[in-house]
């Protein structure tokens, strides 16, 4: 079982819509959350960084940690073609040193 | 902007021939790691920096090795190429001041063919 999973998609939806990405993982000891977005032939750019459980807002992007269902969301408000790209999630432990821990990513495909 | 630049950006390669990519950064970050992203497999750890001369493995070491010669440089090498090893390769850092924290930020990457 991988320590994160993320559905890689692909999403495809209209200009406007309400987007919501999630992953899972397994290790309840992940204190810190961090979505990237990734566009194409780019390297990630840190988008939304949360600790521990609760929302975190931020324009049109909010981010939610639920550690009890060890589940993360990122939502997207009145989506844009310009957020057309790859969000991948990402967690961490400081307790366990440098490994972070990444999904493989869900591309989105915001249509105008 | 972090500051992180990469080199080459795109490398061709054969088989069996040493490879060497280059990060780079201006602010003196502490930490610099080096990741490679494939499809289906998202970004893995290959090594990460800690320090000038202070390395340590991730979790897809094998076939490479890295150096840390002076703070501002993380190097990459490919000591014989292989086919497997075909991949866009990420160097990030970690900002100082964030090192209990799980902030990255990532160049924009080197794309290896080897033929």
């Known amino acids: 079982q991988k320590e994160v999973e993320q559905d890689p998609g692909p999403l495809s939806v209209p200009e406007g819509a309400i987007v919501s990405l999630n992953c899972t993982y397994s290790n309840s000891a992940f204190q810190y959350f961090m979505w990237y977005r990734q566009y194409s032939r780019k390297g990630p750019e840190l988008l939304m960084y949360?600790?521990?459980?609760g929302n975190k807002e931020d324009g049109r992007f909010t981010a939610q940690v639920d550690k009890s269902s060890k589940y993360i969301s990122l939502f997207i408000r009145d989506s844009q073609p310009s957020d057309s790209a790859t969000y991948l999630c990402a967690m961490y432990d400081r307790n366990t040193g440098n490994q972070f821990y990444f999904g493989t990513g869900t591309s989105l495909t915001v249509i105008p | 902007d972090a500051g992180i630049t990469q080199s080459p950006r795109h490398k061709v390669t054969e088989t069996g021939t040493p490879v060497t990519l280059r990060c780079h950064q201006t602010e003196n970050h502490r930490y610099m790691y080096w990741y490679r992203q494939d499809p289906g497999h998202g970004l893995r750890l290959i090594h990460y920096?800690?320090?000038?001369?202070?390395?340590d493995k991730g979790e897809v070491s094998d076939g490479y090795s890295v150096s840390r010669s002076k703070t501002e440089d993380f190097l990459l090498t490919l000591e014989s190429a292989t086919s497997s090893q075909t991949s866009v390769y990420f160097c990030a850092i970690r900002a100082t001041g964030t090192e209990n924290t799980g902030e990255l930020f990532f160049g924009e990457g080197s794309r290896l063919t080897v033929l």
């Open positions: 949360t600790y521990s459980s």
């Open positions: 920096s800690y320090g000038v001369k202070d390395t």
